[in-house]
């Protein structure tokens, strides 16, 4: 009468704490998912997952599909390994890319300290404050940084072989891309891309040109910190973060057509562009401009005519005129926009090179990558200094000696 089991018999046991929590948030995040997915999110009024299952042998495109990407990228970071030794290496001898010489600084903890732990680039006061510590002259100081920040850019050696891998990388996804979509009328009309939207079969060529595309972009976001890091490190952060999201969406909804388009532009110019930097890094200058004043034309006409006023166009405008907006159809062109406005920043730098070369015939130097210094360089801005402080030392009658040695130089 006091309990609901028998005398004798063992109470029901109660599953722990533990488990309770991980039972709960199980269901929280199942909730979760079933509200980030909901059909009239992601489709236009009437149509929903229902209309992207297989039948009649016709296949389509799933969000588990995407998992393939991961062992893809993982595949591309032992492929670029690979290449970069048996290929990267012996084409770099052929054209003939020489390494600079670069003079090591002595060891010195607290300059080393300093670089480390404050600034690269000390200023003045912070100069003269280490002259008290160290014992060395203003110049020494100013060297001491110098070729430290020489030892930590990256070799022209390495700036080829990323350049190298990237090159065949994208010369042979535009190839790929290109037969893919030449037989397709959404690459003529496109227009075309929404026929029939979302119930849009899914071909194998399709598949595969995804699936490779996105593993390289995933691939790049890996490898990112290793990679030669240049001025522009956190808008190309962002265009690869926009790009896999953009394709990984793109998928799951069934965008399929205009993401191969998307794809194919992007492929069109930026071969051009790794192409000119090899030469660059080998010292084929007029190569290199010659080639970089193509690339900068095909990017222009690409990026900023045709991706705008005909593909942006097809996915923000017409879309409208068949379906009523939604939030797919909102987030899918904002990131598009979100390309759009990396396309501008990269264009302004481009034109400005452009200029720079057919106005003063100078060689084309990549705006983003920081400049080698040299001792004479230093050497000569110091001289100038000394000319002008010279009359005024003089007048004092005074002329200012420096008997200071270093003692790590």
């Not at 002259?137 to 190298?164: C, G, H, Y």
């Not at 995933?218 to 956190?234: H, Q």
């Not at 017409?318 to 009523?324: D, F, G, N, S």
């Amino acid at each position: 009468m006091f309990g609901t089991w028998q005398s004798g018999a063992s109470p029901p046991r109660l599953p722990p704490p533990a488990l309770l929590v991980e039972e709960r948030r199980g269901n929280m995040l199942q909730e979760l998912s079933n509200w980030f997915w909901q059909e009239r999110l992601w489709f236009p009024k009437g149509l929903g997952w229902a209309d992207l299952e297989d039948r009649d042998g016709r296949i389509y495109a799933k969000g588990q599909d995407l998992w393939v990407v991961l062992p893809i990228a993982l595949a591309f970071l032992i492929i670029r390994q690979i290449f970069e030794r048996t290929v990267a290496l012996p084409l770099a001898s052929l054209l003939g890319v020489k390494e600079t010489v670069r003079l090591q600084v002595s060891p010195n903890p607290t300059l080393e300290s300093f670089y480390c732990n404050h600034s690269k680039n000390p200023a003045q006061s912070s100069v003269v404050s280490l002259c008290k510590q160290t014992g060395c002259s203003e110049r020494q100081i100013q060297r001491w940084f110098r070729r430290r920040r020489n030892q930590d850019r990256p070799s022209v050696l390495k700036k080829f072989k990323e350049a190298s891998w990237r090159f065949t990388f994208y010369l042979i996804a535009f190839i790929a891309g290109l037969a893919t979509l030449i037989d397709k009328p959404w690459l003529y009309d496109l227009k075309e891309m929404w026929e029939g939207f979302p119930v849009l079969t899914l071909l194998s060529s399709q598949y595969w040109y995804y699936m490779i595309e996105l593993g390289f972009y995933v691939a790049l976001l890996f490898s990112v910190a290793s990679d030669v890091k240049r001025k522009d490190f956190n808008e190309q952060i962002v265009h690869h973060l926009a790009a896999i999201v953009l394709l990984s969406f793109s998928w799951c909804v069934n965008y399929i057509r205009a993401g191969t388009l998307v794809m194919l532009l992007h492929d069109s110019s930026d071969y051009f562009l790794e192409s000119a930097k090899m030469f660059n890094y080998a010292g084929w200058r007029s190569t290199c401009n010659c080639i970089f004043i193509i690339f900068a034309a095909i990017f222009i006409v690409t990026r900023l005519v045709i991706f705008p006023f005909k593909i942006l166009y097809c996915t923000w405008v017409y879309p409208v005129t068949i379906y009523e907006p939604f939030f797919g159809y909102y987030f899918f062109n904002g990131l598009m926009f979100v390309l759009q406005l990396l396309h501008i920043f990269w264009a302004v730098l481009i034109i400005r090179m452009a200029v720079r070369f057919l106005t003063n015939n100078e060689k084309i130097d990549d705006e983003r990558s920081d400049k080698e210094e040299t001792d004479e360089s230093e050497e000569e801005e110091e001289d100038g200094k000394k000319k002008q402080q010279k009359n005024g030392a003089v007048q004092n009658g005074h002329v200012a000696y420096n008997n200071n040695h270093c003692k790590s130089e």
